[in-house]
């Protein structure tokens, strides 16, 4: 079960991290066009900044995930590492189910969030802001999955052996 977990986790984990460079290779792409088009061309287009704005929170958003896989979060290592080693392992866990709780409450109410996008248009494009909102309850599912697998994967331990080969600072 622990194999199938951490395979699964990297393989997600992949796709997340490929979607991610994309965005944020076309995040890159749009700031430049904006830059060029208010030094150079003048051409006043409206959108480079929008687009920049709601890729940028599509990717950082779906970065969360890949944070939680290769355990990179804001952990509380210095004060969990004063627990006894007997305790140590089902605080961890107690800390993941809390993660899981938070990011499963986030894609309860991110669902209502999105669902009030589609009563919203974005100004210049004249689109739903649907797909724009839905970022945060897929970035809190992919986030929930991941903290599942990585709770699965670790079992408490992964501050002795770190996820996916690293090797520990």
Request: net charge positive; hydrophobic share 60%; glycine share 6%.
């Amino acid at each position: 079960m622990r194999d199938w977990a951490a395979n699964s986790s990297m393989k997600l984990n992949r796709g997340v991290e490929a979607v991610v460079a994309v965005l944020m290779a076309l995040l890159v792409l749009d700031v430049w066009l904006g830059v060029v088009d208010r030094y150079f061309f003048h051409w006043q287009l409206p959108w480079p900044e929008i687009i920049a704005r709601y890729l940028m929170i599509w990717a950082a958003m779906l970065a969360v995930s890949s944070g939680i896989a290769r355990r990179d979060h804001i952990g509380l290592t210095a004060a969990i590492m004063r627990v006894p080693l007997g305790l140590r392992r089902p605080v961890l866990i107690a800390i993941d189910l809390c993660i899981l709780a938070l990011f499963l409450y986030v894609f309860w109410f991110g669902l209502g969030f999105a669902e009030s996008g589609a009563r919203r248009q974005a100004m210049i494009f004249g689109v739903s802001l649907q797909p724009f909102y839905a970022a945060i309850p897929v970035a809190a599912a992919l986030a929930s999955i991941q903290t599942v697998l990585a709770m699965i994967r670790d079992a408490g331990t992964h501050l002795d052996t770190p996820p996916f080969g690293e090797a520990s600072a």
